[in-house]
């Protein structure tokens, strides 16, 4: 199993970016996926999922209306837009397989600030 997190880097408060996480290694059109953050000296928090099959998704409110998970199965990859992105969004943004989160990639650093 891999997972490789791309799309991270340094926005003004407002804007937006796209995560993108490359799948490999598992049927991933099968899996629960998530998206879980770590903002510096705090824990990791979840903040998005997605689900194997019918796409239903979930938020956490710090993100609800603001990010959009999705995910194309034909191309092995999760994506997390992220729109009105606000200082406290700034994080190491990981991608998750399973329910049992056994599988994590690296991450992607965001940072947003003038």
């Known amino acids: 199993v891999q997972l490789v997190e791309s799309g991270g880097g340094r926005v003004q408060p407002g804007g937006s970016l796209r995560l993108s996480c490359a799948a490999s290694?598992?049927?991933?059109?099968?899996?629960?996926m998530s998206w879980v953050r770590q903002a510096p000296g705090k824990g990791l928090e979840w903040i998005s999922d997605?689900?194997?099959?019918?796409?239903?998704?979930a938020y956490a409110d710090a993100v609800k209306g603001r990010f959009t998970i999705s995910r194309d199965n034909a191309k092995n990859t999760l994506y997390l837009q992220m729109n009105s992105l606000k200082a406290e969004d700034a994080a190491l943004y990981y991608c998750?397989?399973?329910?049992?989160?056994?599988?994590w990639g690296k991450g992607t650093l965001v940072t947003v600030a003038h």
């Open positions: 290694g598992f049927t991933f059109r099968n899996y629960y």
């Open positions: 998750v397989k399973g329910w049992d989160m056994e599988y």
């Open positions: 997605i689900f194997g099959g019918d796409d239903r998704t």
